[in-house]
């Protein structure tokens, strides 16, 4: 039986749609991802709405990541979200894990001593990191939900667009730096 040529027409329409779909899908899951970033947790790198980051996925799963680099990973406490956070700490390193939470400036003297940050530490263990916003007071990150598994880190941010100013006026393009520095 010979099909007529509009549905001919259809199925090549309808396979080559679903080709280009599981390409783009194979590059966002494993080669490079462009997305939408929202939140303070970032500023001054990112900012806190219309930021568009760029991220390889080639270090997924924690691959070749450094002190210093901003990743974006599935957030621990709620895997439907993503976060967008810089590498604070490495497996072996030995964190102070929140001095702001001993802080008399934010806090009661009662919840000074409960909360005693600058007595507790903590090690990141094997396939781990730890996880922080640049800006420390608007973040949640490694100090609310901990450690982060590396298998939930899926890029590395290398640049952001700001959008701030629409689509047209200028992508306001800006490489993402490691910004540890080694002393």
């Not at 210093?68 to 967008?84: L, T, W």
């Amino acid at each position: 039986m010979k099909l007529p040529e509009s549905l001919k027409f259809f199925y090549s329409t309808v396979t080559w749609t679903v080709r280009a779909g599981c390409v783009a899908h194979l590059i966002h899951e494993y080669v490079y991802e462009f997305t939408e970033t929202r939140g303070e947790s970032m500023l001054p790198t990112l900012q806190s709405q219309n930021d568009y980051v760029h991220a390889l996925k080639k270090y997924r799963l924690g691959r070749d990541i450094d002190m210093g680099d901003c990743v974006v990973a599935i957030k621990p406490s709620d895997p439907d979200h993503r976060v967008c956070k810089r590498i604070t700490g490495m497996p072996g390193d030995v964190i102070l894990i929140d001095p702001s939470s001993s802080s008399e400036l934010s806090n009661t003297p009662a919840e000074v001593i409960q909360h005693d940050g600058y007595n507790k530490y903590i090690v990141v263990p094997e396939g781990h990191v730890w996880c922080t916003g640049d800006n420390l007071c608007h973040s949640l990150d490694s100090r609310s939900y901990s450690v982060l598994p590396m298998g939930l880190i899926t890029g590395k941010i290398v640049a952001a667009n700001s959008m701030n100013k629409g689509f047209f006026s200028g992508w306001n393009f800006h490489w993402i730096e490691n910004a540890f520095v080694e002393e």
